[in-house]
């Protein structure tokens, strides 16, 4: 079976937010009307590959790394017990989707739909269906959860705002703070059109450009100086201006996310929770849940400092 090696250190925290949040959104809502749902958008193969490199032996050589292979959201998601009523797995890449068939057919009792394409297109149609259905109302309302976990800029924000349209979905989003941080370089002179496009789409607003970067007057002869723009905003102006972003569209709550980092040390992306239901009732619920979760992740960060 291929391998789907992702991620750094950190991966391990960022999928236990998840699998906690699962279990605790399975329990809380085991005995209440709803049609409960998981959505992940970026599902993977269902595993995750770690290499770790191989310890010294006598003398210089190197033992063999190491593969060590754990559950990836797609497969946490499908062990939570009480299960979801449905999970939908989104997968564009073939050699994928085609692992995510082999780990669907193993739990015959799950009800597991497989979609392979893109997210953005896929969530944004699906969630045309999905509404949350005050109290009262005839039939069963959806509840559900969707995990937002790209490599990169690819989730443009049409789908961030169809999943807050929902009402009924609470979101997890793994916000990549690097890929900001390389499509938008101090020096304005590296900002090429791609790159602007590309934040554009991910962020949904065109102000960062005098938000993050600001003139700074270079003097050039004595009777003018010319400003230079210079990027002023660093990850934590960045990333506040993503959680603001995040708060115009989840009308329920946004929560301060926790930062990931890369292997050497830099930050690497943002667990960001958000709820899209307005009901004071599932808010509370939502984030009370999440923010025990991700207190529990920051202080573990700490300690491992
Ligand atoms: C970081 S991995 C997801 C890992 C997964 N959540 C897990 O825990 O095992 C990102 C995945 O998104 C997939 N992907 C990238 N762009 C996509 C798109 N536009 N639509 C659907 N899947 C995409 C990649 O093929 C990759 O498998």
Not at 66 to 79: F, H, K, L, Q, V
Not at 151 to 163: D, F, N, R
Request: charged share 25%.
């Amino acid at each position: 079976m291929p391998t789907h090696v992702f991620g750094g250190p950190d991966t391990p925290r960022k999928l236990r937010c998840l699998q906690e949040y699962l279990r605790a959104f399975a329990i809380a809502l085991r005995n209440q009307d709803f049609a409960c749902i998981y959505i992940d958008a970026f599902a993977g193969s269902g595993t995750r590959t770690e290499v770790r490199p191989g310890l010294p032996l006598f003398g210089s050589d190197l033992a063999e790394p190491e593969e060590i292979t754990t559950a990836g959201s797609a497969r946490i998601a499908i062990e939570i017990d009480p299960p979801m009523h449905s999970i939908v797995l989104i997968e564009q890449d073939a050699s994928r989707f085609s692992d995510l068939e082999t780990l669907a057919s193993a739990y015959p009792d799950r009800k597991i739909i497989l979609r392979n394409g893109d997210a953005n297109e896929l969530v944004q149609r699906l969630c045309k269906n999905i509404h949350w259905r005050p109290p009262g109302t005839i039939g069963r309302g959806i509840r559900g959860v969707i995990f937002l976990d790209p490599y990169g800029m690819e989730v443009s924000w049409k789908t961030v705002e169809a999943i807050a349209a929902t009402k009924a979905l609470d979101c997890w989003y793994f916000f990549p703070l690097s890929g900001l941080y390389r499509n938008a370089p101090h020096d304005p002179a590296k900002l090429d059109p791609s790159k602007q496009s590309s934040l554009d789409r991910v962020l949904g607003a065109t102000d960062w450009r005098t938000r993050w970067y600001s003139l700074e007057a270079a003097p050039t002869d004595i009777f003018e100086t010319q400003g230079t723009a210079v990027r002023r905003a660093d990850v934590n102006r960045i990333e506040a201006y993503v959680k603001e972003r995040l708060e115009t569209a989840f009308k329920g709550a946004v929560l301060k996310p926790v930062r990931l980092h890369h292997k050497n040390g830099a930050p690497l992306a943002s667990l960001f929770f958000a709820v899209s239901n307005t009901s004071s009732a599932a808010v509370k619920l939502a984030t009370d849940m999440a923010s025990h979760i991700l207190n529990s992740g920051r202080s573990s960060q700490r300690r491992s400092r």
